[in-house]
């Protein structure tokens, strides 16, 4: 029963601040262009009927009271039951993710009371599996969502965005099993507490995995360097060109959560999750002042990543599909698999010797972790460059030049 | 203790529900008791075996109905997406279960590449799906009679099994063996040590298969196309553009 209550509330909790959060990151995504492209950005809107603007605040309130008031127009010519499903689909999967994200563990100190583990689902035992299964529902609502349109731009857009998610799914699996191996289990739990145990996050040992997540994080995000699914420029929108009111909400808030759960998801594994060498402890349960320590520390590290998030969408132009293809199979995976078998070889063989002769593990590890970062990054760019030159074949030209003049 | 809290919201819901002079609370009223509705029904002995049936059948219904309507409609996008939902209910009946490994690995495998690649090409292929070879099913009969004889033969084996007839004690060895090994915590570690040294065989032979696969992807995607002699341009050579000139 009381088990009841307690995830009752944690869902009530991790909503409401989904949503919430949603919100005001649009204003501090609004700011920030605003702030990169030298304009000031969206500060008028504050209490309503005064004069006091409080820095724009309140124009998240009543951009989603435009949002819900605006007629909800359905075009004749869709496919209705799916027209109406796909949004559904899609921010039902963005929210059912975060059941998996934990926020450490608090003892509250009151005698018979078990320590409670501050995350909505604690018997999950495959808890990366189980948001990386959930991600992928996530295509189901821009494929039907555009499929049911029936409109070739927002179905362009469809098929772009599947062929898109599935390719990035292969490197972001092959980046987190380079941090599974070397924590030894699937639970976000166990490798939070891993490093916080030896106080040497992820980031350090393994860059490249880190590299290969964060690119492949963006592309499941779909945001701006790729988002060829809504291209406003040549798909006007994509695949919610046909979507309005509430319907498009729905589409562009899931598209928000999957930003906040990709960075939440780059913290917990590679920047220690509620970790702080000297802030946090590193024990695995801790009191209520230390939890809501761990909590802020492990918000400001996710806020940070959503803001480099933002900073990168306003510096970076659009890929082309053709190089987007070919960062995902020629650069990306080959580099994920060379972690992972960097990661392999340095448990399997490496760590025991090196450990016994007496070298401190995790200055050896950051070190070999970086001069492989650095030997893939060079390997990568002579063997694959990702820029492909588009002019027409030389040899077709050469060979229709011969076939008229042996005419 | 829960009885007599329980019991105090429901008669203050009560109170605040009935017709009094004024109207006010009768939404709090109503609020509260639900609440010890819920809290009185909690307390009943048997809640979580009756749960867990009902789920059982909600998800084995949604499952098998799914499973037909991916047959039997005409549009083959609904019937992908019906198969989907299948797969769904399938790691639904595997959760409850407590195989947790294996519904994440069925959603993540089926529903999140195949099923994909399935409507992917489909909508591809044929957006509208108006030919009669993707709305017609090519051997009803003989289908109908292969599907009735899979299910008749996997029902009369597994009811043999569960009525302890002649392969009963290996269903009670499996039973065991899943009780020590996969219902505990950290079942997954168990898993995987036991695919890979009990089954090295089979996941060697599999991957094997899959290597096979890709190889042949990527053969046929190459097309026998070597850039040493690229093919004939079909167009007659009046309709090909100009060389450009350098």
């Known amino acids: 029963m009381y088990l009841v209550i307690e995830s ?15 919100a005001y990151l649009v204003l501090v995504e609004r700011r920030v262009a605003a702030w990169i492209q030298d304009r000031r950005g969206p500060n008028r809107v504050g209490i309503p009927l005064t004069e006091i603007r409080l820095f724009g605040l309140g124009q998240p309130i009543a951009d989603g009271v435009k949002f819900i008031f605006k007629e909800e127009f359905v075009p004749g010519h869709v496919d209705r039951l799916l027209y109406v499903a796909a949004p559904m689909v899609m921010f039902i ?15 509250l100190g009151i005698a018979g009371w078990a320590p409670i583990n501050l995350v909505v689902a604690p018997g999950l035992d495959v808890g990366i599996i189980y948001i990386f299964a959930v991600s992928s529902i996530a295509v189901y609502g821009v494929l039907l969502g555009s499929w049911a349109s029936n409109n070739k731009y927002a179905f362009f857009g469809g098929v772009r965005s599947a062929a898109q998610l599935i390719s990035y799914e292969i490197p972001l699996g092959v980046a987190i099993l380079g941090v599974v191996l070397a924590t030894g289990s699937l639970r976000l739990e166990a490798i939070v507490e891993a490093q916080a145990a030896t106080g040497v996050w992820n980031v350090a040992t393994q860059p490249l995995g880190l590299l290969v997540f964060l690119v492949a ?45 990709g960075s939440f998801l780059i913290v917990l594994l590679f920047f220690g999750g509620w970790h702080f060498w000297g802030l946090t402890g590193d024990g695995p ?41 070919g960062l995902a199979w020629k650069v990306m995976l080959p580099l994920g698999l060379v972690n992972l078998v960097a990661v392999a070889v340095w448990i399997e063989y490496l760590r025991t010797p ?13 070190v070999a972790g970086w001069l492989l970062l650095g030997v893939a990054g060079l390997a990568a760019t002579a063997a694959a460059p990702s820029a492909r030159d588009n002019r027409p074949d030389r040899s077709l030209v050469a060979r229709y030049r011969d076939a008229r003049e042996a005419r | 203790m829960p009885t007599i809290v329980s019991i105090v919201l429901g008669a203050l819901g009560m109170w605040l529900l009935l017709p009094r002079p004024s109207l006010r609370g009768r939404l709090a009223g109503a609020a509260l008791a ?58 639904g009946l595997f959760l409850l279960q407590g195989a947790q490994f294996l519904a ?26 108006r030919a009669a070879y993707d709305r017609l099913s090519w051997e009803a009969m003989l289908s109908a009679v292969g599907g009735a004889m899979l299910i008749g033969v996997l029902s009369t084996v597994v009811g043999g099994l569960l009525a302890g007839g002649p392969a009963g004690a290996a269903a009670a ?20 040590r036991a695919m890979f040294t009990d089954y090295w065989i089979a996941v060697q032979a599999g991957g094997l298969l899959l290597l096979a696969a890709l190889v042949g992807a990527a053969a046929i995607v190459s097309g026998g196309r070597s850039p040493a002699a690229p093919e004939a341009d079909p167009r007659p050579p009046e309709d090909q553009p100009p060389a450009e000139e350098h």
Not at chain 1, 93 to 107: E, H, K, M, Q
Not at chain 2, 63 to 89: D, E, Q, R
Not at chain 2, 182 to 189: C, P, R, T, W, Y
Request: glycine share 10%; charged share 10%.
């Open chain 1, 93 to 107: 999967a963005a929210i059912v993710l975060f059941a998996a994200i934990p926020f450490g563990t608090v003892d």
């Open chain 1, 217 to 261: 994080s963006f592309a499941e995000s779909g945001r701006l360097p790729f988002d060829l699914a809504e291209s406003e420029q040549e798909l006007v929108g994509g695949f919610h060109t046909e979507y309005s009111g509430i319907k498009l909400m729905m589409y562009l808030v899931a598209e928000y959560l999957h930003m906040i759960a």
């Open chain 1, 8 to 22: 009752l509330i944690k869902i009530v909790v991790i909503i409401g601040g989904l949503m919430g959060a949603a």
């Open chain 2, 104 to 129: 994440v690995a069925t959603i993540v495998v089926y529903a999140g590449a195949i099923v994909v690649t399935f409507l992917f090409v489909l909508m591809l292929a044929e957006p509208g799906a």
């Open chain 2, 34 to 91: 639900a609440a010890a509705a819920g809290l009185l029904a909690g307390q009943l002995p048997g809640l979580a075996a009756a749960l867990d049936q009902a789920l059982f059948s909600i998800l084995a219904a949604v499952t098998v109905a799914s499973a037909a309507a991916a047959v039997s409609l005409k549009n083959p996008v609904y019937c992908a997406i019906w198969f989907a939902m299948t797969v769904l209910g399938t790691a």
């Open chain 1, 354 to 366: 090196l450990v016994a002769a007496g070298l401190p593990e995790g200055l050896v590890m950051a």
């Open chain 2, 173 to 192: 060895r499996g039973e065991a063996e899943l009780a020590a090994g996969v219902l505990q915590d950290g079942h997954v570690a168990a898993l995987g």
């Open chain 1, 285 to 325: 349960v801790a009191g209520i002042g230390v939890a809501l320590v761990r909590i802020a520390v492990f918000l400001a590290k996710v806020l940070a990543v959503i803001l480099f998030f933002m900073i990168a969408r306003w510096s970076w132009p659009r890929f082309r599909f053709d190089q987007l293809m």
